[in-house]
């Protein structure tokens, strides 16, 4: 079995990276006898300006999209495909526009123990942030969610506190627009296939599978 291991460049407050996170696994599920495949969660801000005690959402989404309409329309087509994958978008929930940095903090450090976990957290953290209304730039509800997965609160407690790694996030994501990362989500396959977008579960299933032949190939034609 070929095993791919693929990137993907995201902010836990893009609705569609977390829409993108569904449909991944679904592809992956669909693949997972033919295809192993290994996920690293890389970051990106969508609102690098916020200040850490973020902003009024509704405003910030309204100047954004351009009216109180249009985020309601966007909002109703994303409930309606979210819905489709098994995830319940609240977005009337969410009160705060949060700065995400510390959020992407917590995803590296989670990373340092085993991508299990690190799955968890980046799981916990949209589903606190679309599903449940939480503000993810609020240290005790980043303490609540890497409790859960399994890191050690009093540890996440002294690094948050800290500047730790803030350096690092900022740069990683400086490196992915350097390399033309201007959206997410955006999937790195075996860091030479690009896709971009959420794209529905059977397409990534087919890339999966095409680089997988791609791979089997090269290994028959070196031996």
Request: net charge negative; proline share 4%; hydrophobic share 45%.
């Amino acid at each position: 079995m070929e095993h791919i291991t693929i990137d993907v460049v995201s902010d836990v407050v893009c609705p569609w990276c977390y829409l993108g996170k569904a449909r991944l696994e679904l592809a992956i599920a669909e693949v997972q006898d033919e295809v192993g495949v290994d996920i690293n969660w890389r970051p990106y801000r969508l609102n690098p300006d916020y200040p850490p005690e973020g902003v009024d959402q509704k405003a910030a989404l309204a100047a954004k999209l351009g009216g109180e309409e249009r985020v309601a329309s966007a909002h109703k087509m994303l409930t309606d495909l979210g819905r489709e994958v098994g995830i319940a978008f609240n977005f009337d929930a969410i009160k705060i526009g949060p700065n995400t940095l510390d959020a992407h903090r917590l995803i590296h450090w989670a990373v340092t123990e085993d991508r299990e976990k690190q799955n968890r957290i980046v799981d916990a953290l949209f589903k606190a942030n679309f599903e449940e209304g939480k503000n993810v730039g609020d240290h005790s509800v980043l303490l609540d969610i890497a409790e859960k997965a399994g890191l050690d609160r009093t540890v996440i407690a002294a690094l948050l506190a800290s500047d730790a790694d803030g350096d690092l996030i900022v740069a990683e994501i400086e490196a992915a627009q350097k390399m033309g990362v201007t959206g997410v989500p955006f999937f790195i396959f075996d860091q030479q296939y690009a896709v971009s977008g959420a794209q529905a579960p059977d397409v990534i299933a087919s890339a999966l599978r095409d680089i997988a032949k791609i791979k089997a190939e090269a290994r028959l034609a070196m031996n």
